[in-house]
């Protein structure tokens, strides 16, 4: 460990200059206008995994933005690491909201990062901890203290949904294989407490239409006596919960299993000031399912899958 931080001692001005080069590159998926980012960024990563004497790094294409591949394998009898990040960045309009450049990193002290943090889009998603890997990955190789395989999977459509990636994996299976998957693409409870997620919250969303008369209709004469569909849409979309605030679909909490003491336990000992949260997102109260605080609410329950108590 000790070594480990020699090493970024020793090379962290090159490490900043090189992930400062990631940085400035507007690879945002979303938008067309910035295909060739997307290519010029895969490239980059792409040459760092060949830098560090990866072997197999390719550029995979897919129907959509590619992903970067590259592998060490130095004994196939070890475990075997895939580690997974994205190149590709959210959109930065509205542009006006932004203090700098979001495509000029630079270093600034704030009250949640006294010693400095880098601010540029992508910085904490996902390009700084995808480099962190690569950074990490170097210092083994370079070293010789590289105890495992390791493949790297980046891809580059993370923020729209990995149509790619969903297109790539079963195709690659092989190519793949892994005993354990390391992302770093979540957050962390606070800078100097190590977390490991392990699970996130998605989400679902539906179009819903609701149609009334024919034509717009006189109040005098037909209000209170014709539905307005206005109305019916909020009666529907307040009875998806009840009084406590609990989700009232059918089925809704089938596969979610209940925390345990332990569990509860462990998620009151995280720091966290409701007042804090509150002021930080300009609210009064919280809200949510009575019978769990916020941290629960958010993160505590989960649906468990079957693979969770398989042994290996
Ligand atoms: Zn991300």
Not at 183 to 197: L, V
């Amino acid at each position: 460990m000790k070594n480990f931080k020699t090493y970024i001692e020793k090379n962290k001005k090159r490490f900043l200059n090189e992930l400062f080069e990631l940085l400035r590159i507007p690879s945002i998926s979303a938008s067309s206008d910035h295909d060739l980012d997307i290519r010029l960024t895969a490239d980059l990563i792409k040459k760092h995994l060949v830098n560090l004497g990866l072997d197999n790094c390719e550029i995979c294409e897919t129907q959509g933005h590619p992903i970067v591949y590259g592998e060490k394998i130095i004994n196939k009898n070890l475990p075997t690491i895939l580690v997974y990040g994205h190149y590709d960045v959210q959109p930065v309009d509205p542009l006006e909201l932004w203090d700098q450049d979001p495509f000029q990193p630079y270093i600034k002290k704030t009250k949640i990062h006294p010693e400095g943090a880098i601010f540029a889009r992508g910085a904490c998603d996902d390009k700084g901890q995808m480099y962190m890997h690569v950074k990490a990955m170097e210092y083994m190789t370079s070293t010789g203290n590289l105890p495992c395989n390791v493949k790297f999977m980046i891809e580059g459509e993370e923020e729209v949904g990995s149509e790619g990636l969903a297109w790539f994996v079963p195709r690659n299976i092989e190519k793949l294989a892994n005993d354990v998957i390391l992302i770093s693409d979540t957050g962390m409870i606070a800078n100097n407490i190590p977390s490991i997620t392990t699970g996130l919250r998605g989400l679902s969303y539906v179009e819903v239409e609701v149609t009334g008369p024919d034509r717009d209709l006189h109040s005098g004469l037909y209000g209170g006596a014709v539905a307005n569909p206005i109305n019916i849409l909020s009666k529907m979309i307040s009875s998806l919960q009840d009084e406590n605030n609990k989700i009232t679909i059918p089925g809704f909490y089938d596969k979610v299993s209940e925390m345990t003491k332990e569990e509860r336990i462990e998620v009151s000992k995280i720091p966290f000031s409701k007042d804090n949260y509150q002021s930080e997102i300009g609210i009064e109260s919280t809200y949510g399912e009575k019978g769990y605080v916020t941290n629960e609410r958010n993160s505590g329950r989960r649906v468990r899958r079957s693979y969770e108590n398989r042994r290996y």
